[in-house]
């Protein structure tokens, strides 16, 4: 490769910053004569990677950790020196809301999936007929679909339609945020399906998979943070980049192809030139960009959905927590604008100063447009009110300290078919527009992990690109 080439990340997100990382590094390895511009539309890097330090309190506006098992983001976090920053989660019992008490999740459970008999029944969470029906799982046929499916088929299929709505629906739905009679099996859950075809039941899947890791169970937490903030791995990634590099406040209006190369003009009236570029902003936004070339395939049917964060701070004194644990989650039928509940200053204790109880809601389900027209002050009134009615919950008084932050459009759907419609979107661009590619968390998933992953194998497939062309 000897002709100097430059490529463009669009979006500053995680996923951007995570590729021009690794990109820079690949250069430098290398010595390639490669240039890199990210352009980043807002005054700030880092898209819903936000922390807060106040008071004392580290509260996550956004994200607030990953599962170390994906092992991308704790790289990254050793890769950018910040490996003494990693802590793990405190372990603890976690509950699910129903009709205003807090009833433990049965022990044993993987996403709802029950492990441990007796933990299901004596559980209060659903009738005996309901885990019966859920016990029967052991001995349903196995129904092999060539076709994707909803995560709530599928588990209905196996555990009935009680367990799913009580049990897992508000563990599965929390991960993705959406309804999991939409959600795509196969782009969300995928691993339960091959469990099912190699062991014939879900429940004998994870008692095997249990037993096999049971050497290595330890009381450390399965989620990472780093103990600053998440928004420190932020400030690191701009820190090691080269100055300019990383270009603020420069939305991309549009882009043109011309002969062996792409323009990129920018809504501030500057246009350049780029050989590669890397979209990471997301699916909505990059289809508008794009729309001059190509009517890329639109998010199937559903909207991206909304949530917002609320943490709210107190005197130890003016809350009582009558339960051991870590905090609750909230099924849809329950009928609350809450969907789940965490107590920081037992699940991540360094967020938390001594004498203080933080406790973080989540706002907002999908199909639901309350966010959108309401203030912080309405969504931090919201959340008091529903928590005041969670018996076992006690609070006194008005939070010493409360911090909203409103992600906006911010979830991509995930529907049935989402594989599919992913495949297509990028034949379409690949026939029409070559050199440019797609990653981001409306694509191929949308924890911290899956982010950077997708950045890295976009940087894979770039240098290969660049390298095939100079061999032809």
Known sequence: MTDPSHITIVGGGLTGLSAAFYLHREIQERNLPITITLLEASERVGGKIQTTHTHGFTIEGGPDSWLERKGYATQLAIDLGLEKDLVNNSVGQSYILRQDR?????????????????????????????????????????????????????????FGREWVDQVMEPLLSGVYGNDIEQLSLRSTFPQYEG???????????????????????????????????????????????????????????????????????????????????????????TQKVLGRYIELPSLQHASPSSVATVALGFDTKNVQIELPGTGFVIPRKEGYRITACTWLHKKWPHTTPEGKVLLRCFVGRSGDDLLASRSEDEIIQIALEELARVQSLQI?????????????????????????????????????????????????????????????????????????????
């Open 396 to 472: 006194n008084g008005e939070p010493e300290i409360a911090v909203v932050e409103k992600l906006l459009n911010s979830r991509p759907p995930y529907e049935v078919g989402h594989q599919e419609w992913l495949q297509d979107t990028r034949n379409r661009l690949s026939n029409v527009l070559p050199d440019i590619y797609l990653a981001g968390s409306f694509y191929e998933g949308i924890g911290l992990p899956d982010c950077i992953q997708q950045g890295k194998k976009a940087v894979s497939e770039i240098i290969e690109s660049l390298c095939l062309k100079v061999l032809h």
């Open 102 to 158: 807090l009833y433990p999740i049965p022990s044993g459970s993987v996403m709802g999936i029950p492990t441990k008999w007796q933990a299901v029944l004596e559980s209060e969470l659903v009738s005996e007929k309901g885990k019966k029906r859920a016990g029967a799982e052991l001995f349903r046929s196995v129904r092999s679909s060539k076709s994707d499916q909803s995560v709530r088929n599928f588990f209905q299929d196996r």
């Open 195 to 285: 469990l099912l075809e190699q062991y014939g039941s879900l429940i004998t899947a994870m008692r095997q998979t249990r037993t096999k890791s049971a050497g290595t169970v330890t009381s450390k937490g399965m989620f990472q943070t780093l103990r600053s903030g998440l928004e420190s791995l932020v400030h690191q990634l701009e820190d090691v980049l080269p100055t300019g590099l990383i270009q603020k406040n420069a939305a991309v209006d549009s882009v043109i192809r011309t002969a062996g190369h792409y323009r990129i003009f920018l809504q501030d009236g500057r246009a350049f030139d780029t050989d590669q570029i890397l979209f990471t902003t997301s699916h909505p936004v």
